[in-house]
């Protein structure tokens, strides 16, 4: 199988051979006949799949070989395909698809999120934009100044859809949908098909195909996973010793918190280690900064937050490390996904204080396997050291129970009976919506 068998035009074959690629992946080669047939979709998969070229291949030859209708609007342009993400990061990943695919064809498209001037992105909207990439919370602000013309999309993409109901866009997704024609192609994507994702399906899709590449949360088998229980005082030590020991390059680092993250990068500088740190604080020119530097390699360790847990996209990333565990199982395993991609071989290493025995416990449960365990030399951990409760996560579980899974600060689904309603935004910089009504909107399903 070839990209020239699916169906795709010489242009976007010539594009994708370019980058390198040969072969669709198993996603690719289920998902491209089925946009192209303009049929919707329900797609799973798991990270380094091959995802995004799985809808962008597809939507850029749909919209090449259709001119689409014309418009006399003396204001903006309309848009012909909306493509949704959750985060910074992933949009401009994703907008870097659709150019880098597209070169050879006659389509303009644009990405915009928030954290970044607004002017700017309102004098492209002027413009012929027959693709926007964009996360929720800046959509909304162009509708609301008026800025942006939605009224003639064809397609409408989801990606990370789970990740984005879990971070608190579901009212901002919904408002959305009502703005857009009735009439058109939906594309969802998901790596962990919750209860939530599958509302929100009802509610958008028309007779969709179900795609599923991979069991839900399920590890790549090319990622070597790995354990060093170690004292919580000892765990920046141990880390520098491992980087320095084993002389790793581009090292991607988890931390729970924005706060811990700027911390471990100066800790680290201290061992002259260079590190920067990636998260919802930083301004968006740092963070794009920072990303530039590890992705050419000149920037030895990225501490992120779990804002970059999904959207990475680093070709050959050999080294991930858990400093903190995650509060919430899933995101080890999208945590991971950033390494051992399209085949490549990964090395997902996690450091793990008494504190977290519980957090490892359900992430072993999760991925249904035993995650290898081993000590340092030097690195003993003192069994005197009894576990503390994590500030502002899940505490331990007492009276042998205490498996409820808590996602720290983010905010309950729509069917809490207490939705909270946070003004402040979100470590994607787009606004956090208000509370929302039981039930989606249908106003966006097609008929």
């Given at each position: 199988?070839?990209?020239?068998?699916?169906?795709?035009?010489?242009?976007?074959?010539?594009?994708?051979?370019?980058?390198?690629?040969?072969?669709?992946?198993?996603?690719?080669?289920?998902?491209?006949?089925?946009?192209?047939?303009?049929?919707?979709?329900?797609?799973?998969?798991?990270?380094?799949?091959?995802?995004?070229?799985?809808?962008?291949?597809?939507?850029?030859?749909?919209?090449?070989?259709?001119?689409?209708?014309?418009?006399?609007?003396?204001?903006?342009?309309?848009?012909?395909?909306?493509?949704?993400?959750?985060?910074?990061?992933?949009?401009?990943?994703?907008?870097?698809?659709?150019?880098?695919?597209?070169?050879?064809?006659?389509?303009?498209?644009?990405?915009?999120?928030?954290?970044?001037?607004?002017?700017?992105?309102?004098?492209?909207?002027?413009?012929?934009?027959?693709?926007?990439?964009?996360?929720?919370?800046?959509?909304?602000?162009?509708?609301?100044?008026?800025?942006?013309?939605?009224?003639?999309?064809?397609?409408?993409?989801?990606?990370?859809?789970?990740?984005?109901?879990?971070?608190?866009?579901?009212?901002?997704?919904?408002?959305?949908?009502?703005?857009?024609?009735?009439?058109?192609?939906?594309?969802?994507?998901?790596?962990?098909?919750?209860?939530?994702?599958?509302?929100?399906?009802?509610?958008?899709?028309?007779?969709?195909?179900?795609?599923?590449?991979?069991?839900?949360?399920?590890?790549?088998?090319?990622?070597?996973?790995?354990?060093?229980?170690?004292?919580?005082?000892?765990?920046?030590?141990?880390?520098?010793?491992?980087?320095?020991?084993?002389?790793?390059?581009?090292?991607?680092?988890?931390?729970?918190?924005?706060?811990?993250?700027?911390?471990?990068?100066?800790?680290?500088?201290?061992?002259?280690?260079?590190?920067?740190?990636i998260h919802g604080n930083k301004s968006q020119g740092?963070?794009?900064?920072?990303?530039?530097?590890?992705?050419?390699?000149?920037?030895?360790?990225?501490?992120?937050?779990?804002?970059?847990?999904?959207?990475?996209?680093?070709?050959?990333?050999?080294?991930?490390?858990?400093?903190?565990?995650?509060?919430?199982p899933e995101d080890y395993v999208h945590r991971i996904?950033?390494?051992?991609?399209?085949?490549?071989?990964?090395?997902?290493?996690?450091?793990?204080?008494?504190?977290?025995?519980?957090?490892?416990?359900?992430?072993?449960?999760?991925?249904?396997?035993?995650?290898?365990?081993?000590?340092?030399?030097?690195?003993?951990?003192?069994?005197?050291?009894?576990?503390?409760?994590?500030?502002?996560?899940?505490?331990?579980?007492?009276?042998?129970?205490?498996?409820?899974?808590?996602?720290?600060?983010?905010?309950?689904?729509?069917?809490?009976?207490?939705?909270?309603?946070?003004?402040?935004?979100?470590?994607?910089?787009?606004?956090?919506?208000?509370?929302?009504?039981?039930?989606?909107?249908?106003?966006?399903?097609?008929?």
């Open positions: 199988m070839s990209f020239s068998n699916l169906g795709l035009s010489p242009e976007i074959v010539r594009a994708v051979t370019e980058r390198g690629y040969d072969k669709p992946t198993p996603i690719q080669t289920q998902a491209i006949p089925v946009v192209l047939s303009g049929g919707d979709i329900m797609a799973g998969a798991q990270t380094g799949t091959g995802k995004t070229a799985s809808f962008t291949l597809p939507l850029l030859h749909r919209l090449s070989a259709n001119k689409g209708i014309s418009s006399n609007s003396h204001g903006f342009p309309p848009i012909r395909a909306l493509i949704l993400t959750p985060t910074r990061e992933l949009a401009a990943q994703v907008q870097e698809s659709v150019r880098d695919y597209g070169k050879y064809l006659n389509l303009n498209s644009m990405v915009m999120f928030g954290g970044v001037s607004i002017g700017p992105q309102k004098q492209k909207l002027r413009t012929r934009v027959d693709i926007l990439v964009s996360t929720p919370g800046r959509l909304l602000d162009h509708v609301q100044q008026g800025t942006v013309n939605l009224s003639r999309v064809e397609v409408l993409v989801l990606d990370e859809a789970d990740r984005m109901l879990d971070m608190g866009f579901i009212n901002d997704i919904r408002r959305i949908l009502s703005l857009l024609p009735k009439q058109r192609q939906n594309l969802l994507f998901f790596a962990t098909f919750s209860d939530k994702v599958k509302t929100l399906a009802a509610g958008l899709l028309n007779n969709p195909t179900m795609i599923e590449v991979a069991r839900r949360n399920v590890t790549a088998a090319t990622i070597s996973q790995k354990v060093y229980h170690v004292d919580r005082e000892r765990k920046r030590q141990l880390l520098s010793h491992l980087i320095r020991e084993n002389k790793w390059y581009q090292v991607l680092v988890f931390s729970r918190t924005k706060h811990g993250a700027d911390r471990l990068v100066k800790q680290l500088g201290e061992d002259r280690i260079q590190a920067l740190a740092a963070r794009t900064h920072a990303l530039a530097k590890f992705k050419d390699g000149t920037l030895q360790v990225l501490v992120a937050t779990d804002i970059a847990a999904r959207g990475l996209d680093i070709s050959e990333l050999p080294h991930v490390i858990n400093y903190d565990l995650p509060n919430v996904g950033r390494t051992g991609r399209a085949g490549a071989e990964g090395q997902a290493i996690s450091l793990v204080c008494v504190d977290e025995h519980h957090l490892l416990a359900d992430i072993e449960t999760l991925i249904e396997q035993r995650l290898p365990k081993e000590m340092v030399d030097g690195f003993g951990v003192n069994p005197e050291i009894k576990a503390e409760p994590i500030p502002n996560g899940r505490k331990p579980p007492s009276g042998g129970g205490g498996n409820q899974r808590t996602r720290r600060s983010a905010p309950k689904s729509a069917s809490s009976k207490s939705p909270r309603q946070p003004s402040s935004r979100t470590a994607a910089g787009d606004k956090k919506p208000g509370s929302s009504s039981p039930t989606p909107r249908r106003s966006g399903k097609r008929r």
